[in-house]
Every structure is written in structure tokens, then in C-alpha cells.
């Protein structure tokens, strides 16, 4: 138990689908994190929450759309993505500073 | 920005000798540092931080890092591998991005660890 928990734990969506990643953290953290992880690339950091307002957008394609209703969730709204999409999308949690990072296990996404 | 570079994509090692994952920092003042472990379809776990205390980090499972400012390295060792340290493990830099963001953390690209009985 991570006290960092994502779901679903698998997605398969078409190009034209609406779906979203859910993740939910018990840790009491005040930012919350959506990580991309991709083959062969690093992880590369999506948005940054801190005290639910979003913080850092890292020129993440308007398809992904993050939500943070309060601190301990965090969605990542998906809209017509394509095949390269397709990822381990990876959600984080932390106290404000520079500190560690507490991740969920992921949601994989293939885009057919 | 803060940066990180593995220097290895690959290593190895036979069940019971020594790991050395290495790692480079790029940082424009003092760094924290991190290793991080992904096992097969698992999430990252924490295995040791650096933060400007102690320079030999101790970490989780017999792991340990030493920080050398001298060589901008943050290898990570371990006396014996096991079986169950087969992984991915990640070399990590916290990075202050801006007053409002503060931080985040930037990624190596990653060692992927074998371990041969």
C-alpha cells in the first residue's frame, strides 16, 4: 500500500473516446503530480498541483485535461488521443519543497 | 534546469557480487538527489535521498549512495545483489521551477538492472 492509489489500473480506449485517470492519495500531501512514462523515454513530468491550483502545465497537448477537485484527488481527462499516447501514466504526491515523491503503481493507456 | 544522466542503459551482475548503478548531476546549486526502483508493472518506490546532510546515503534493502560534489556523481552501490533486485532504477534531481510551481522532480533515463543465479 503506497498510500497513493490509481485507477483503473489498465485502460484501452479508441481515438475518439472520453475517458479519465483517477488518482487519490491518503498521505495528507498538499501537490499532487501526473508523470508520463513512454518506452525507451524519460519520465516526463505533465502538471503540477500545489493546494489544488495548477501550478505547471509542461506543454502537455490540450487532449490531456487535469483536474484537482481538492488535495486528495487528482484526475487527467483524455479526449482524442492518438496511438503514441499511449503510456504508463504515473500520479505523485508530495508536501510542497523539495522532497520525495509518492507514486501510484500507474494506469497504462493503449490508444488503438 | 537540474539534470540527471545514467550512464548506463544495462547492467548485469550474478546473484551475490556488488552493484554500481552510476549517475551524473547537472545542477546550478546544491542538489537533492534521489534513487528510485520500479519493479515490473509497479509504481516508483523511494530507495534513498540526498539532502545536503550526509554525503554516504543509507537507503532501503542494503542500498547506499554516496553524493561527490568533486565529480557531480550519485552512484548507487549495494554490497550483494538478490534475485529480487532485478528492477529499473531511476537517478533523480529535485528542480525548483518557478515561485509558484516550487518544485518537481527531473528523471533519469533509467538502468535496468539484471541479476543472473
Known amino acids: 500500500e503506497t498510500g497513493v492509489t490509481q485507477t483503473p489500473r489498465h485502460l484501452v480506449m479508441g481515438m475518439t473516446n472520453k475517458k479519465s485517470l483517477k488518482c487519490e492519495q491518503h498521505?495528507?500531501?498538499?501537490?499532487m503530480y501526473w508523470y508520463k512514462q513512454s518506452a525507451k523515454k524519460p519520465l516526463e513530468l505533465m502538471f503540477v498541483?500545489?493546494?489544488?491550483?495548477?501550478?505547471e502545465n509542461n506543454s502537455v497537448p490540450s487532449r490531456f485535461s487535469p483536474e484537482c477537485p481538492n488535495s486528495s484527488h487528482l484526475f487527467l481527462h483524455l479526449h482524442t488521443l492518438q496511438p503514441e499516447d499511449s503510456a504508463l501514466y504515473l500520479c505523485?504526491?508530495?508536501?510542497?519543497?523539495?522532497?520525495?515523491?509518492?507514486f501510484g503503481e500507474g494506469s497504462r493507456l493503449t490508444v488503438l | 534546469a537540474q539534470s540527471v544522466t545514467q550512464l548506463d542503459s544495462h547492467v548485469s551482475v550474478s546473484e551475490g557480487t556488488p552493484v554500481l548503478l552510476r549517475c551524473n548531476y547537472s545542477?546550478?546549486?546544491?542538489?537533492?538527489l534521489f534513487w528510485y526502483v520500479q519493479h515490473p508493472n509497479k509504481g516508483l518506490q523511494l530507495l534513498l535521498k540526498?539532502?545536503?546532510?550526509?554525503?554516504l546515503v543509507k537507503g532501503i534493502n542494503g542500498f547506499e549512495a554516496e553524493f561527490k560534489k568533486s565529480e557531480t556523481s550519485f552512484h548507487l552501490t549495494k554490497p550483494s545483489a538478490h534475485m529480487s533486485d532485478a528492477a529499473e532504477y531511476f537517478c533523480?534531481?529535485?528542480?525548483?521551477?518557478?515561485?509558484?510551481?516550487?518544485?518537481?522532480?527531473?528523471f533519469g533515463k533509467g538502468t535496468s538492472l539484471l541479476v543472473t543465479p
Open positions: 505523485a504526491s508530495s508536501q510542497a519543497g523539495p522532497g520525495e515523491l509518492f
Open positions: 498521505l495528507g500531501h498538499n501537490a
Open positions: 498541483y500545489s493546494l489544488e491550483e495548477r501550478v
Open positions: 545542477s546550478s546549486y546544491s542538489p537533492s
Open positions: 540526498y539532502t545536503s546532510a550526509a554525503t
Open positions: 533523480v534531481v529535485s528542480d525548483f521551477l518557478n515561485s509558484n510551481s516550487g518544485y518537481a522532480l527531473n
